[in-house]
């Protein structure tokens, strides 16, 4: 009898190995679909980019309830294979509506948000994407609870899970990175769905195995019609860099004379490219932004006469060509997208990349400034611009640190005597004005002047060691299209300036804006729905395993948002950061399958000590390192942690009653982690290490809980 048992409950090798591929690949499926939804329904869906993590918690909730769910594997093949398109096709119908513009969406005066709608029909909108990413992650969820009932081991599941999960990682960033379209991802997730179901097809049994397998391309064939579709109609063209989603259209004047390409940026105006031989064209003096193109391209290079000028952020090239119009010797031109800057051979009138006195770098804006020596007479802050600062990391809140007091005072560094620092602005609010010109007065002190272009939102900041009011009054007494804004009196603005632990430029003071409370209330309030349809009773929660997810999750998404300061919010270093997570996620897990660890308070001390460490080291330091040496320590310091709290929950896991349960409280505690993460804009980036630490002393005083029951 002893023997029959452990023929069961010990499968030979080459029985545990079907689990195992399995597993891998569907393991595979759901982090690569997980990715692609994130960045596709961030994009398309311009205002659940404005919310960070939305997407993530809606597809760890969705996860969750699978694990939990106890529907069979064919069930789960047949609803993911019906569900998996479902957010495609709302996106093909949102995009076709009033739901893609740009407007207002502001309930208070706390922050700047954009939407095409009102409040209230904002809000169902975002309601409704989170329901559609969370549906069929459920179905994903429950075909991975079935691979994981196959083992008798826990950990060697979930090992298989994380190598899995690392490999979809990997795919999605090599594929962002090649600047594939949304189609290609689907695709991909077709391919992994079809072998997924081709390898358990006997399971399945009959001929379903062949309908689910075609069902896979749904998602993949919608998009790719969608795409020739725009083709066909004239749309214009689409490119999917490893940053943005950017579209190109021909503008012309109202009178019909073409004047270079708009250019968008995950569906929100950019830029435009703009031909500086009509600077004194009278067709633009008809046009409704004279004074900004004053202000932007020509004063700056009246006012400081420079020899040599930096542009941070030269997208397309405007700032650029401006430079070269007005004589500069030498100019050089920082982006962090060299798709962007290819662009602008072929869609600038100008070509201003092509001039030799032009040298471009492709980098991120604060790495470079703190890793080059150069000085400069003139640096501008250029097409950074303000409206598409929001989602570039599509449904990842963007941490913008090139304007923040310490991004100010390292550009200051890189003048030459007597240099001109001109940081121009898009400013909706009066606030955003205020914002910055206390951030001016923290750098410059008295030492600079704030210029507007008459009639216009656009603003200049203008910092000039030395130069005397008299001669900041140049600007106006040559330009009548610009105005001197009188500056704000220190401690009158009710705003806070923005700093690398606190980067928001577009949020007033540190608070949680009341869009976000309303946000936040609803969520918890739909999350609690299916919480409650899997677990009947609330206690039956793995507490210690729900708030290590909770903690887990506030590293991860504190060291995505850390991470920016480096390198600039893009998917490969998002990536970085993701792989290196698993990474350590699956040595801890191979470490206590290795050693048989069992002590584990050793090891939560390890965690605190390297909390802790995350917590005070100065990240600012490792952007005078070469970018991939900066990326690679930098994603190792701050996810280092999850080594030792890896270690700490494989300890436990292995003996869990019921793994799959302890699998799902820890994504519900994901969930809340997630939601805890927005309380950074109260708190500052850095205390969410504390705040992680906090809840992993909650996982521990559960777990010995747990072991005195």
């Not at 000085?375 to 950074?384: E, H, S, T």
Request: glycine share 8%; proline share 5%; net charge neutral.
């Amino acid at each position: 009898m002893t023997n029959n048992n452990t023929a069961i409950n010990q499968p030979s090798n080459a029985t545990a190995n079907l689990p195992a591929g399995r597993l891998f690949l569907v393991s595979t499926l759901v982090l690569f679909y997980e990715l692609s939804l994130i960045r596709y329904l961030g994009t398309e869906i311009p205002i659940v980019g404005f919310f960070k993590n939305l997407i993530l918690i809606a597809t760890f909730l969705g996860f969750g309830v699978g694990l939990q769910a106890k529907l069979s594997k064919t069930r789960g093949f047949q609803l993911f294979g019906y569900t998996a398109f479902i957010p495609v096709v709302i996106v093909m119908i949102l995009s076709r509506t009033f739901l893609s513009g740009v407007a207002y969406l502001d309930i208070t005066d706390e922050a700047v948000l954009l939407g095409s709608y009102s409040q209230i029909t904002g809000m169902i909108v975002l309601l409704i994407t989170f329901v559609i990413a969370m549906i069929p992650l459920i179905y994903l969820g429950a075909i991975v609870a079935n691979y994981f009932d196959a083992f008798s081991k826990p950990l060697h599941a979930y090992g298989w899970n994380i190598l899995g999960s690392l490999a979809g990682t990997l795919g999605f960033t090599l594929f962002s990175s090649l600047s594939s379209p949304p189609s290609v991802w689907f695709l991909v997730c077709g391919l992994l769905f079809m072998g997924t179901v081709i390898a358990d097809r006997e399971a399945i049994g009959g001929k379903k195995w062949r309908l689910f397998a075609t069902l896979g391309y749904l998602p993949a064939i919608l998009t790719l019609s969608f795409t020739l579709a725009r083709m066909m109609l004239g749309y214009p063209d689409i490119i999917w860099t490893p940053y943005y989603k950017v579209e190109l259209y021909p503008m012309t004047y109202t009178t019909g004379e073409a004047t270079g390409h708009g250019l968008t940026v995950n569906n929100t105006w950019f830029q435009r490219s703009f031909d500086t031989t009509y600077l004194d064209h009278p067709e633009e003096l008809d046009e409704e932004a004279p004074s900004a193109r004053t202000l932007r391209f020509i004063a700056p290079f009246v006012f400081a006469q420079p020899k040599s000028v930096l542009v941070l952020g030269s997208g397309l090239g405007n700032d650029t060509a401006s430079a070269i119009y007005h004589g500069v010797e030498r100019i050089h031109a920082i982006d962090i997208d060299p798709v962007i800057v290819e662009l602008s051979d072929e869609y600038h009138p100008n070509q201003p990349y092509r001039d030799e006195s032009v040298t471009v770098t492709i980098d991120d804006a604060r790495h470079y400034l703190s890793a080059s020596p150069e000085k400069y007479d003139l640096i501008l802050f250029g097409v950074l611009e303000a409206r598409s600062l929001f989602s570039q990391f599509s449904n990842l809140r963007l941490d913008n640190y090139v304007y923040t007091r310490e991004a100010i005072e390292a550009a200051k560094e890189h003048l030459s005597p007597g240099g001109v620092l001109w940081l121009n602005m898009w400013v909706p609010k009066p606030w955003v004005k205020d914002k910055f010109d206390l951030l001016m007065q923290e750098v410059y002190g008295e030492s600079f002047v704030v210029l507007q272009g008459a009639g216009s939102s656009h603003y200049s900041f203008v910092g000039c060691d030395g130069c005397s009011a008299e001669r900041f009054a140049e600007i106006v007494q040559t330009f009548e299209q610009i105005s001197v804004v009188p500056s704000v009196e220190e401690g009158a603005a009710a705003a806070s300036t923005p700093t690398d632990d606190w980067p928001h430029i577009f949020f007033r003071t540190r608070s949680l804006p009341t869009t976000y409370l309303v946000l936040l209330g609803g969520l918890v309030l739909l999350s609690i729905i299916p919480i409650r349809s899997t677990f009947k009773r609330p206690f039956k929660l793995d507490w210690g395993f729900f708030f290590m997810g909770a903690a887990f999750l506030l590293i991860e998404a504190g060291a995505v948002v850390r991470m920016a300061l480096l390198a600039g919010t893009t998917w490969l270093v998002n990536g970085a950061v993701f792989a290196a997570v698993l990474v350590f996620i699956f040595l801890s897990n191979w470490a206590v399958i290795r050693w048989q660890i069992k002590a584990w308070r050793p090891v939560f001390i390890l965690l605190v000590i390297t909390l802790l460490f995350a917590y005070f080291f100065p990240f600012s330091t490792l952007l005078t390192l070469p970018n991939w040496m900066a990326i690679s320590l930098g994603a190792a310091i701050l996810t280092l942690p999850v080594l030792f709290s890896g270690i700490i929950f494989s300890v436990f896991f292995r003996d869990a009653e019921v793994p799959s349960r302890a699998l799902a409280s820890n994504l519900f505690g994901a969930i809340l982690g997630g939601f805890t993460e927005y309380f950074s804009m109260l708190t500052g980036n850095r205390a969410m290490s504390l705040v992680a630490l906090a809840i992993y002393f909650l996982a521990l005083l559960s777990f010995q809980k747990s072991q005195k029951k």
